[in-house]
T-cell receptor
C-alpha cells in the first residue's frame, strides 16, 4: 500500500460545525488531491495541491477549503458543515509522472446530521 | 465539461468467463487512461494504465484503447469471484496529473 493515511476514518457531526480532515503521506509525492464519492456521482475532485502552499480548486470546491503547509500533510476543512456534505472523502497522491496515476488513502466517512 | 461515461451495471458473468468493461470519454485531447478497482467499502486501487492505441496486457487484465472512437475497455480473462468489484475508468484531464472518473461499472462474478 502507498503510504497514505487519513484521519479520522469516521466522523459524525452536526450542521454548522467546522470539520477538518487530514491526509498524511510518507511517499514525498508532489501532488495531493481530495475527492468525495457519492452514489450516482462517482469520484469528484474537490481541491488539489501541486506543492507546499500551492493549491487549486476542483470540480466541487464550494464549501471546502484546503491547506498544505508541509509536503506530507494536506488538510480539508468544511467551514460550516451541511447535510449535503455527508459523503466518503478520499485523499490521493501522485508523484506527477502521468503513467503512475494516483494512489488513494483509505477514506473518511463523514456524516453531517 | 469533460465527461467519462460507464455503464453502471451490474455486469454479471460466470466464473471462468471473460468480463468486458467499457468506457467512453468526451475530451479528444485526453492522453492517458486508467482503470481502478474498488471493493465495497474500500478505496480505489490502480490496476491498469494505457496511453497508446491498441492493447496492453497485464496478467488476466487487458486494457484496450481506441482514441479515434474515444473508447477504452478492460477485459478480465478467467474471471474469479474475487474480481467482483466496481471498476472505475479514469482519464487524465490536464495539468496537475488530474483525473476525471466515470461513475464505475459493478462487476459480479458468479459461481
Amino acid at each position: 500500500d502507498a503510504g497514505i493515511t487519513q484521519s479520522p476514518r469516521h466522523k459524525v457531526t452536526e450542521t454548522g460545525t467546522p470539520v477538518t480532515l487530514r491526509c498524511h503521506q510518507t511517499e514525498n509525492h508532489r501532488y495531493m488531491y481530495w475527492y468525495r464519492q457519492d452514489p450516482g456521482h462517482g469520484l469528484r475532485l474537490i481541491h488539489y495541491s501541486y506543492g507546499v502552499k500551492d493549491t487549486d480548486k476542483g470540480e466541487v470546491s464550494d464549501g471546502y477549503s484546503v491547506s498544505r503547509s508541509k509536503t506530507e500533510d494536506f488538510l480539508l476543512t468544511l467551514e460550516s458543515a451541511t447535510s449535503s456534505q455527508t459523503s466518503v472523502y478520499f485523499c490521493a497522491i501522485s508523484p506527477g509522472q502521468t503513467e503512475r496515476g494516483q494512489y488513494f488513502g483509505p477514506g473518511t466517512r463523514l456524516t453531517v446530521l | 465539461q469533460k465527461e467519462v461515461e460507464q455503464n453502471s451495471g451490474p455486469l454479471s458473468v460466470p466464473e471462468g468467463a471473460i468480463a468486458s468493461l467499457n468506457c467512453t470519454y468526451s475530451d479528444r485531447g485526453s492522453q492517458s487512461f486508467f482503470w481502478y478497482r474498488q471493493y465495497s467499502g474500500k478505496s480505489p486501487e490502480l490496476i491498469m494504465f494505457i496511453y497508446s492505441n491498441g492493447d496492453k496486457e497485464d496478467g488476466r487484465f487487458t486494457a484496450q484503447l481506441n482514441k479515434a472512437s474515444q473508447y477504452v475497455s478492460l477485459l478480465i480473462r478467467d474471471s474469479q469471484p474475487s474480481d467482483s468489484a466496481t471498476y472505475l475508468c479514469a482519464v487524465n484531464t490536464g495539468g496537475g496529473n488530474k483525473l476525471t472518473f466515470g461513475t464505475g461499472t459493478q462487476l459480479k462474478v458468479e459461481l
